[in-house]
């Protein structure tokens, strides 16, 4: 069988066809506009295609309760033109057929928990630190959902008291997007994340942050690995300090197998940058499935 599977971007739309195994088949990227002049591109594609369903991994937040009768919609983003837009809807008409939803953290979850390095765990979790921060939560086996779904990457974080910067989240100033997002960081040092690499200052202060809320994730949720993707984490200095630092952090206090391996641990996606796109064929797949 084909299945389609859209990694919907704020700034580009990944389009994808795949099969049950696993196996992109085929491949095009669309710059996101508005939905008026996107939405249509996306569905020729996948029309053409003639998909038997279609998974969407979505940048939110969206409502992703069934219940609701705004399911399927992207809500409150920051994108306006996209702001209550049936992202859902529109290709379930076009294409008539299944299609499957999920935040585009929770899909790169799915993609690593189906192909990747969370096979056959009950709960991880899976953290990007781009241009946003966002964080993927499985549990359970499931991908966790609850009145809608986690937004891991607005959680407090207490400002350190060497730190100026008064945060870059238009909603919370010092969240943890507000304090250690690639945009933050530049807005904090003057310069692109990418053009930091020679300041262990920076990477320092970074790791710092990461680690305060990898630390809390793991009290809270008792995640078995954690994974970090998006553009920051292409800073290879950074993995082995949070590393070190959530060890410190944590003091002790826990002791498992898991954690006495850190470097098998907090890991790096698996799946060549293609954990998000994977994770959305997954949707289509259990959408065809469940026949939602
Ligand atoms: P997005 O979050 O928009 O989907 P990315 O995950 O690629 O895209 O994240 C983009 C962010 O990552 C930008 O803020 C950029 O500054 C930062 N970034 C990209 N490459 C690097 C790098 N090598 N080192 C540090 N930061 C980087
Ligand atoms: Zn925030």
């Known amino acids: 069988m084909r299945f389609g599977a859209l990694e919907a971007g704020g700034t580009k739309m990944v389009c994808a066809i795949g099969n049950e195994e696993g196996k992109i088949l085929d491949r095009v990227t669309i710059l996101t506009e508005t939905p008026e002049t996107t939405m249509p591109k996306l569905l020729a594609y996948f029309q053409e295609k003639e998909v038997e369903a279609l998974g969407i991994g979505c940048f939110g937040p969206i409502d992703l309760d069934p219940s609701s009768e705004t399911y399927g919609y992207?809500?409150?983003?920051?994108?306006?033109a996209w702001k209550n837009y049936?992202?859902?809807?529109?290709?379930?008409?076009?294409?008539?057929?299944p299609v499957g939803f999920d935040t585009d953290v929770n899909g790169s979850m799915l993609g690593e928990s189906t192909w990747?390095?969370?096979k056959g765990l009950d709960t991880a979790i899976y953290i990007t630190i781009g241009t946003g921060i966002g964080v993927g939560v499985l549990a359970g086996g499931k991908l966790?959902?609850?009145?809608?779904?986690p937004e891991g990457g607005h959680i407090l974080l207490p400002r350190r008291a060497d730190d100026t910067y008064e945060g870059k989240?238009?909603?919370?100033?010092?969240?943890?997007?507000?304090?250690?997002?690639?945009?933050?960081?530049?807005?904090?040092?003057?310069?692109?994340?990418?053009e930091l690499s020679d300041c262990p200052e920076v990477w320092e202060l970074e790791a710092h942050y990461?680690?305060?809320?990898?630390?809390?994730?793991i009290l809270i949720l008792s995640p078995q690995k954690i994974i970090l993707g998006g553009g920051v984490m292409h800073q290879e200095q950074l993995m082995p300090l949070v590393r070190g630092k959530v060890k410190e952090m944590l003091g002790g206090y826990i002791q498992t197998k898991e954690l006495s391996d850190m470097d098998s641990y907090i890991?790096?996606?698996?799946?060549?940058?293609?954990?998000?796109?994977?994770g959305a064929?997954?949707?289509?797949?259990?959408?065809?499935m469940a026949d939602i």
Not at 184 to 192: F, P, Y
Not at 210 to 217: D, G, M, R, V
Not at 281 to 288: F, H
Request: include cysteine.
């Open 144 to 149: 966790l959902h609850g009145m809608q779904h």
């Open 281 to 288: 064929l997954k949707l289509g797949i259990d959408a065809k």
């Open 86 to 97: 049936d992202i859902c809807g529109y290709f379930r008409e076009g294409l008539g057929v």
């Open 169 to 194: 989240c238009p909603y919370h100033g010092t969240c943890m997007e507000g304090l250690a997002s690639g945009p933050a960081i530049e807005a904090r040092w003057g310069k692109k994340a990418a």
């Open 74 to 80: 992207i809500t409150t983003t920051p994108k306006l």
């Open 210 to 217: 990461l680690a305060y809320a990898i630390t809390n994730y």
């Open 116 to 118: 990747g390095c969370a």
């Open 267 to 278: 890991v790096l996606p698996s799946l060549n940058d293609d954990q998000g796109i994977l």
